[in-house]
């Protein structure tokens, strides 16, 4: 009796996987987003919008439209600097240190990129105490500090593409092509020897 025919695995394309992931997160988001409002006590301060006398950020009444409109000027640039090291500074970071197929490291001595490294994690962790007190403040400076960070990111994201070349759709079939025309060939020879 043969064998049962075991059931095809089917692989996932890293387009596919980043999709399913985009689908997730957002639905993950509205099944958050919409308990917490319909549940919300409407007279917290944190979901009332513009200056307002209980708004204080880090001990600062922002009850004016003059100091919400610095403070959002704070946001942005605080939002700008976060994209930029996080794109551009913590990759080459985290692809020197924690990538254990790398054994050789150029560019750094060890104690620059030791020294480096924790000057960029403790800032990034003092930076974080900042914004948790940003996002926990009032929804709207969360939501506008999320849109300047997306804002931010195109900038950083263009640039690390601009160097990076991509296939398109008929220079992979014809790539496809040509290593099935190379397969088919040897697979011949290799019969033809027998």
């Not at 399913?20 to 917290?44: D, E, H, R, W, Y």
């Not at 301060?45 to 009444?61: A, M, Q, T, V």
């Not at 254990?100 to 490291?105: A, G, L, Q, S, T």
């Not at 007190?133 to 999320?146: F, V």
Request: glycine content about 4%; aromatic content about 10%.
């Amino acid at each position: 009796m043969p064998p049962p025919d075991k059931p095809k695995k089917y692989k996932l394309t890293p387009q596919q996987r980043l999709k399913i992931c985009i689908v997730g997160q957002f639905m993950l988001l509205i099944g958050i987003i919409i308990p917490t409002v319909l549940l919300a006590n409407k007279g917290s301060s944190y979901y009332r919008f513009g200056p307002n006398d209980e708004l204080i950020i880090i001990s600062i009444k922002i009850n004016t439209g003059f100091k919400y409109g610095i403070l959002l000027l704070y946001v942005f640039i605080f939002r700008v600097c976060k994209a930029f090291v996080n794109e551009l500074g913590m990759p080459v970071l985290g692809f020197n240190i924690y990538d254990p197929n790398r054994k050789v490291i150029t560019g750094f001595t060890r104690n620059e990129l030791q020294i480096q490294a924790n000057v960029m994690y403790t800032l990034n962790a003092i930076r974080s105490i900042l914004e948790i007190q940003l996002a926990i403040s009032q929804i709207d400076i969360a939501i506008i500090s999320a849109v300047f960070q997306e804002i931010a990111s195109i900038p950083t994201i263009h640039l690390l593409l601009k160097d990076k070349e991509f296939e398109t759709v008929e220079e992979k079939r014809e790539r496809l092509s040509k290593f099935t025309e190379m397969y088919i060939k040897a697979k011949d020879e290799t019969y033809f020897q027998m």
